[in-house]
């Protein structure tokens, strides 16, 4: 159905009656090749309005290493193959001993050791302090499943150390327990 002054057709460019829409010009053809849009994902060019913050090109690296001591480096921190720290040589910088070699740290006391398997044997203190991992990790097991009977275990070794029986004379590393 049309109404008065719709002449009977649908008309896209308005209905003003004269066929020519209501601006008097032809509409732009809505399948026309555009001009692309810019890719708001590209790099600016360096020092551009679009790159307010001056970076330089795409490809250098911002965090490159400097050599010590250089202008560019104003806290002088020591390059790689900067003397060794403490308890390390200069073939080993981070102080890990080499295969075969056993660590360099310190030795446990007796005395501590001894006391700590006397009052937390159970819970395998004293070899976890000697380096024996696994044999604690066994010695709370063994305190859990038995309800605390398995203390008994970590009591005995405690004694056993202070009484310097030959079995707790090193360490898990080989040294010796210190007086």
């Known amino acids: 159905m049309s109404t008065t002054g719709d002449h009977g057709s649908w008309n896209p460019y308005g209905n003003d009656g004269s066929g020519h829409g209501t601006s008097g010009q032809a509409p732009q053809d809505p399948w026309a090749q555009q001009p692309a849009p810019q890719d708001p994902y590209a790099q600016p060019s360096a020092g551009s309005a679009s790159d307010p913050y001056g970076q330089g090109p795409v490809g250098q690296d911002p965090y490159a290493q400097s050599s010590a001591g250089s202008a560019s480096d104003p806290y002088g921190q020591p390059s790689w193959s900067a003397a060794p720290g403490p308890g ?27 006391l700590l398997g006397i009052f937390l044997g159970g ?28 203390g008994i275990w970590g009591l005995v070794e405690g004694i056993m150390v202070l009484a310097r029986a030959e079995a707790f004379e090193r360490d898990a590393y080989g040294r010796p327990l210190t007086d």
């Open 88 to 114: 390390a040589s200069a073939s080993d910088p981070y102080g890990q001993p080499a295969a075969g070699q056993a660590p360099q740290g310190q030795a446990q006391s007796r005395l501590v050791v001894g």
């Open 123 to 150: 819970y395998g203190v004293h070899r976890f302090l000697m380096g024996y991992t696994t044999i604690g990790i066994i010695q709370i097991v063994v305190t859990v499943l038995t309800c605390g009977i398995g």
